[in-house]
Each structure stands twice: as structure tokens, then as C-alpha cells.
Nanobody
Framework: VQLQASGGGLVQTGGSLRLSCAAS????????IGWFRQAPGKRREGVSC????????YYSDPVKGRFTISRDNAKNTVYLQMNSLKPEDTAVYYC????????????????????WGQGTLVTVSS
């Protein structure tokens, strides 16, 4: 099982980025996939997730209305489209497999997800 996160970079306030989470060794449609982020000195927090059955999407309050999670089953990849970025979005973003996915994604502990990718750094300049 591998998850490869990519797409991070440096962007100005108000800009956009699209993160990708390419999966291998399993089918993304069979598991909930979550995006988390960790800023320096802060705990890792859930940002968004997409459920396996139905592909329902959920977002944390800070990103609701600005971020969109999606899944491409043919490419076995999950995306996180991030728009209207703010300096407080600066963090290392991780994708993870197989864990709780619902309205409480913001409060899910990292230990509740089984497998993790290596992270990609997003820096939003003011």
C-alpha cells in the first residue's frame, strides 16, 4: 500500500493549488481517503475526506467553501482543489487511507487512519 501526495508549492494569498494523492496497492474507491495538514507546532488536523461508498465529501470548517475533494477511479487518485488560499493554510498536507469520514473530520486523530503518504508542503505568502 502506497500513497504519494504531490502538488504543493508556494502561492500568494488568494491563489489556488491542486494536490494529488496517487494510490498503489489498493483501489481508492474501496476506502475512505482523507486529507490532513500539519502546520509547525500544531497538531495534524483533518481537512477533508471522501467516503468509499457513495463518494460523499466532508470538510473542516476552516476550508469549507474553498477546498474541494474529488476522486478519479480510473487514475486511482484523489485530489484536493484548494482555492482562495490564505496564509493560515500553510502546512504540510498528507493524504491517508482507511479511517472515519464524516462531518467530524476536523477532529479525527491521525491514529484513526491506517496508512499515510509522505506529505507535500503548501506555503501561502501574504
Amino acid at each position: 500500500v502506497q500513497l504519494q501526495a504531490s502538488g504543493g508549492g508556494l502561492v500568494q494569498t488568494g491563489g489556488s493549488l491542486r494536490l494529488s494523492c496517487a494510490a498503489s496497492g489498493f483501489t481508492v474507491g474501496d476506502y475512505a481517503i482523507g486529507w490532513f495538514r500539519q502546520a509547525p507546532g500544531k497538531r495534524r488536523e483533518g481537512v477533508s475526506c471522501i467516503s468509499s461508498v457513495g463518494g460523499d465529501s466532508y470538510y473542516s470548517d476552516p476550508v469549507k467553501g474553498r477546498f474541494t475533494i474529488s476522486r478519479d477511479n480510473a487514475k486511482n487518485t484523489v485530489y484536493l482543489q484548494m482555492n482562495s488560499l490564505k496564509p493560515e493554510d500553510t502546512a504540510v498536507y498528507y493524504c491517508a487511507k482507511e479511517g472515519p469520514c464524516g462531518d467530524t473530520i476536523q477532529y479525527i486523530h491521525r491514529d484513526e487512519y491506517r496508512d499515510w503518504g509522505q506529505g507535500t508542503l503548501v506555503t501561502v505568502s501574504s
